[in-house]
Nanobody, 122 residues
């Protein structure tokens, strides 16, 4: 069982930066692949970034590649999403999620946080 709590969202101007954090409970955190998803109003939840259990491999949606960086600190049971060069279209609720399975589909993820709002003004 893994419980996830996101933080770090907020309002930022276009071109700005934010760092999201996701704190996990449970002694097995380091065995899970972690990912960030986002959901804008009226849209489906979409994949943003994924990191493998050891942190050696990362994957990104094309829309955020080169601007966002996912990382994790297994000693702190925390995963991060550094977001640079933010755009208004990045506005969404951002969720972290955990899984023991491969892939970036929403349905592959078993544990979810409550989400944190990111709003980018133009």
């Amino acid at each position: 069982q893994v419980q996830l709590v996101e933080s770090g969202g907020g309002l930022v101007q276009a071109g700005g930066s934010l760092r999201l954090s996701c704190a996990a409970s449970g002694r097995t955190f380091s065995t899970y692949a972690m990912a960030w998803f986002r959901q804008a109003p009226g849209k489906e939840r979409e994949f943003v970034a994924r990191i493998t259990w050891g942190g050696s491999n990362t994957y990104y949606a094309d829309s955020v590649k080169g601007r966002f960086t996912i990382s994790r600190d297994n000693a702190k049971n925390t995963v991060y999403l550094r977001m640079n060069s933010l755009k208004p279209e990045d506005t969404a609720v951002y969720y972290c999620a955990a899984t023991l399975r491969p892939g970036v589909q929403v349905t592959n993820y078993d544990y979810w946080g409550q989400g944190t709002q990111v709003t980018v003004s133009s």
